[in-house]
T-cell receptor
Framework: DQQVKQNSPSLSVQEGRISILNCDYT??????FLWYKKYPAEGPTFLIS?????DKNEDGRFTVFLNKSAKHLSLHIVPSQPGDSAVYFC???????????FGSGTQLTVLP | DAEITQSPRHKITETGRQVTLACHQT?????MFWYRQDLGHGLRLIHY???????NKGEVSDGYSVSRSNTEDLPLTLESAASSQTSVYFC???????????FGQGTRLTVV
């Protein structure tokens, strides 16, 4: 039973528009959430994170929103650029746990 | 610069053989992790370690083992390789105070 779910395997967006990637979780013990970006033949790289005490965290073009009551988080990329084309993984960890539980990933393609 | 390296990058082995994948980090991180990436499953945790002589089983640990004799290394051993273990393997590390993990570039393992 997947505790972190990314229900959209792929997403295509026009350059300059907003990309919205979604993630749902089922484990109420999760209190820290992260997004990773992965290019082919490379390891995942950390993008942005959010603690459960916040509902929004922003870093440049990237914003993560957390809705604890719905157990849902989303990553917004504005404006989207062709270099943003990659697989995006949502991840979560619980109190005192340092290991991450990942979703299955969403392939984002930004069209020029 | 500190880094995390995996070797080999690619390996082909036969069913039943013992295989060891190396992971070496120079961050001086206490926490180290092994994940496998498969289509539709994202990244799944195999084993993890919070420090020297500490090892723990993850979600998909059957058929794998790890040992932690120093801070820098966490080798992953497949005791008797099976075709189901054909995958891309990622090693990661993080320090005590941060949940964000740094990933290696991955090892693509094919079991024939």
């Amino acid at each position: 039973d997947q505790q972190v779910k990314q229900n959209s395997p792929s997403l295509s967006v026009q350059e300059g528009r907003i990309s919205i990637l979604n993630c749902d979780y089922t484990n109420s013990m999760f209190d820290y959430f992260l997004w990773y970006k992965k290019y082919p033949a490379e390891g995942p790289t950390f993008l942005i994170s959010i603690s459960s005490i916040k509902d929004k965290n922003e870093d440049g073009r990237f914003t993560v929103f957390l809705n604890k009551s719905a157990k849902h988080l989303s990553l917004h990329i504005v404006p989207s650029q062709p270099g943003d084309s990659a697989v995006y993984f949502c991840a979560a960890s619980g109190r005192s746990a340092r290991q991450l539980t990942f979703g299955s990933g969403t392939q984002l393609t930004v069209l020029p | 610069d500190a880094e995390i390296t995996q070797s080999p990058r690619h390996k082909i082995t036969e069913t039943g053989r013992q295989v060891t994948l190396a992971c070496h980090q120079t961050w001086n991180h206490n926490n180290m992790f092994w994940y496998r990436q498969d289509l539709g499953h994202g990244l799944r945790l195999i084993h993890y370690s919070y420090g020297v002589q500490d090892t723990n089983k993850g979600e998909v640990s059957d058929g794998y083992s790890v040992s932690r004799s120093n801070t820098e290394d966490l080798p992953l051993t497949l005791e008797s390789a099976a075709s189901s273990q054909t995958s891309v393997y990622f090693c990661a590390s993080s320090d005590q105070s941060n949940t964000e993990a740094f990933f290696g570039q991955g090892t693509r393992l094919t079991v024939v």
